[in-house]
T-cell receptor, first 108, second 115 residues
């Protein structure tokens, strides 16, 4: 069993839809990152959280440490949100454990 | 700030050749990471430096891989000899380690193709 499981693996949505990406992990962590990777592009850290909820623009990330689960929500999705979203729990102070990613495509 | 700078952005080489990837971290950052990304294995940590010292190299696949950080503003990842299975995107990331978990800033990556 993988240490980090993301669902769904692939997601196609219509512009304006509310999107949820889920991440479950099995190891103890100090924090969790959500990363965004555009096709052919680099990797950007969207959020780092260790409890509760964080919001940035149309993006919301939540984490439940007891249940070892995190979600990334995108409200009013837009084609420019099309990317791979990677959940990365952090074990210790630096060691990310990367999920396999959720490939999101938002259609206009 | 220019962000993390990597060079080259693309490298195509033949099996058996030496490959050197370069990274300039964000100024002021004291931690540097090399990652490899493949379709099969996703993102993997290869090596982690803190204050120019290698702290964790458990992800370096084999002796053909070596990494150095001679100063705070430069690091190299070398593969010698290269093999087709080394084909991947190699990312460098840096952070300022000030205590607990730190956000890592990724470079644009080097896409390596070994023929």
């Amino acid at each position: 069993k993988n240490e980090v499981e993301q669902s769904p693996q692939n997601l196609t949505a219509q512009e304006g839809e509310f999107i949820t990406i889920n991440c479950s992990y099995s190891v103890g962590i100090s924090a969790l990152h959500w990363l965004q990777q555009h096709p052919g592009g680099g990797i950007v850290s969207l959020f780092m959280l260790s409890s509760g909820k964080k919001k940035h623009g149309r993006l919301i990330a939540t984490i439940n440490i007891q249940e070892k689960h995190s979600s990334l929500h995108i409200t009013a999705s837009h084609p420019r949100d099309s990317a791979v979203y990677i959940c990365a729990p952090c074990s210790g102070t630096y060691k990310y454990i990367f999920g396999t990613g959720t490939r999101l495509k938002v259609l206009a | 700030d220019a962000g993390v700078i990597q060079s080259p952005r693309h490298e195509v080489t033949e099996m058996g050749q030496e490959v050197t990837l370069r990274c300039k971290p964000i100024s002021g950052h004291n931690s540097l990471f090399w990652y490899r990304q493949t379709m099969m294995r996703g993102l993997e940590l290869l090596i982690y430096f803190n204050n120019n010292v290698p702290i964790d190299d458990s992800g370096m696949p084999e002796d053909r891989f070596s990494a150095k950080m001679p100063n705070a503003s430069f690091s190299t990842l070398k593969i010698q000899p290269s093999e087709p299975r080394d084909s991947a995107v190699y990312f460098c990331a840096s952070s300022f380690r000030g205590g607990s978990v730190d956000t890592q800033y990724f470079g644009p990556g080097t896409r390596l193709t070994v023929l």
